[in-house]
């Protein structure tokens, strides 16, 4: 596809609740990133895949959250026993090899955990 | 303290005015340095990319890098309304930390 694709666009989940985000990247993207962006605030670093090595899991905030990619495929984000303050914009972004740097980010997952 | 620190605005200038976005950093270990540009609901998309000390120009848009003091900048010329946006300077090596962004108002 012409960009990264993020589903849902949205999600409201019930606190407690697991939910599945899934990133799409553009074919050619060897790395792969997660960020978290509440509301009014940057953007948080979660998590990010680089081939086939060891996933850079540095800034995942607790042990409820999780994600696999495999290959240079699509992605899925877990949380799970989703809590209020995981309500947030989930940003993922891809990273083309021997490109100047810049990620390309999809438009996000709006996450409420209400 | 963060990695990459940015004052959050919001920043209202007029039509035609020089705006200054500014960042510093702390992670000496930085190598690469970027702009991204943000609309209300939408992803950020890449503005300026900008490796090791130095200044980036393209068109009106020119990013600058001091690792001696850490500082990274953005200039925008001949400010337009549709560049009301919130600014985001990131910094890194293998992976991006971003600052809180600017929330920039350009009014007519």
């Known amino acids: 596809g012409a960009g990264v694709s993020q589903s849902p666009s949205n999600k409201v989940t019930e606190k407690g609740k697991d939910v599945e985000l899934r990133c799409d990247p553009i074919?050619?993207?060897?790395?792969l990133y997660w960020y978290r962006q509440r509301l009014g605030q940057g953007l948080e670093f979660l998590i990010y895949f680089q081939g086939n090595s060891a996933p850079d899991k540095s800034g995942l905030p607790s042990d409820r959250f999780s994600a696999e990619r495999t290959g240079e495929s699509v992605s899925t984000l877990t949380i799970q026993r989703t809590q209020q303050e995981d309500s947030a914009v989930y940003l993922c972004?891809?990273?083309?090899?021997?490109?100047?740097?810049?990620?390309?980010f999809g438009s996000g997952t709006r996450l409420t955990v209400v | 303290q963060k990695e990459v620190e940015q004052d959050p605005g919001p920043l209202s200038v007029p039509e035609g005015a020089i705006v200054s976005l500014n960042c510093t950093y702390s992670n000496s270990a930085f190598q690469y340095f970027m702009w991204y540009r943000q609309y209300s609901r939408k992803g950020p998309e890449l503005l300026m990319y900008?490796?090791?000390?130095g200044n980036k120009e393209d068109g009106r848009f020119t990013a600058q890098v001091d690792k001696s003091s850490k500082y990274i900048s953005l200039f925008i010329r001949d400010s337009q309304p549709s560049d009301s946006a919130t600014y985001l300077c990131?910094?890194?090596?293998?992976?991006?930390?971003f600052g809180a962004g600017t929330r920039l108002a350009v009014h007519p």
């Open positions: 074919s050619g993207h060897t790395a």
């Open positions: 990131a910094g890194g090596y293998n992976k991006l930390i």
């Open positions: 900008t490796y090791s000390s």
């Open positions: 972004a891809g990273l083309q090899r021997r490109a100047n740097y810049g990620y390309t």
